[in-house]
């Protein structure tokens, strides 16, 4: 599967929005985000006018990005929420949300996306007292998911912890510092996702 290698502070120039894919450096001065707001490349300062297609197309990219996942993976992703009842964005929103790499994240372990996905590939996490290390697995309301014995002593997740105030925890999710778990309280809904996502832009791309 491919792999994006390159600057990922790039990604958040080009969706014009800050995605958070480097953890504390994205609140800081350092954030190439803040320090040039505008789309990388030669002619990244022109102003362009994007078309429905245009638009369409760069909120897929956006939510994908900020997810972490490949095209294919994504693409997987819209089916089974276009297959499940209720509203399809809404419901892509939900399963993006309670993907095991993303929940870490959200309860404050990890310093982004990308390190939980790390940190849940080697068998850091355990969820209702069972290894899981895939990234993608989803969390069901009342799993409760709690780091390794063994893990408990790495300086990354410790700070990442002590930091959790300027992030916040989300509705849905508990988190116990102190035990190093937490549990999920419930079905993330639309209110939850505070980010600006416009998913039914997403659902209009994919019903071309």
Not at 110 to 127: E, I, K, P
Not at 173 to 187: P, S, T
Request: one cysteine or more.
């Amino acid at each position: 599967m491919s792999r994006y290698t390159g600057s990922v502070c790039r990604q958040c120039r080009r969706e014009n929005m800050k995605l958070f894919l480097k953890g504390d450096r994205c609140f800081s001065d350092k954030c190439s985000y803040d320090r040039r707001g505008y789309p990388p490349g030669q002619h990244g300062q022109r102003r362009s006018k994007l078309s429905d297609y245009g638009v369409q197309l760069r909120e897929k990219q956006k939510v994908r990005r900020l997810y972490g996942l490949s095209e294919k993976q994504f693409r997987l992703s819209f089916q089974k929420a276009d297959r499940k009842k209720g509203i399809t964005g809404i419901n892509l929103l939900s399963m993006l949300e309670t993907r095991l790499d993303n929940t870490v994240f959200r309860m404050g372990f990890v310093n982004s996306r990308n390190q939980g996905r790390h940190f849940v590939r080697h068998n850091h996490f355990l969820v209702n007292g069972k290894k899981v290390n895939i990234p993608s697995y989803q969390v069901k309301k009342g799993d409760k998911i709690e780091l390794r014995e063994k893990s408990k002593k790495i300086q990354v997740i410790t700070d990442s912890l002590d930091a959790i105030v300027r992030r916040g925890i989300p509705q849905w999710l508990e988190i116990d510092k102190d035990k190093f778990q937490g549990e999920v309280l419930g079905v993330p809904v639309r209110e939850d996702i505070t980010l600006p996502i416009q998913e039914q832009l997403i659902v209009e791309l994919y019903s071309k």
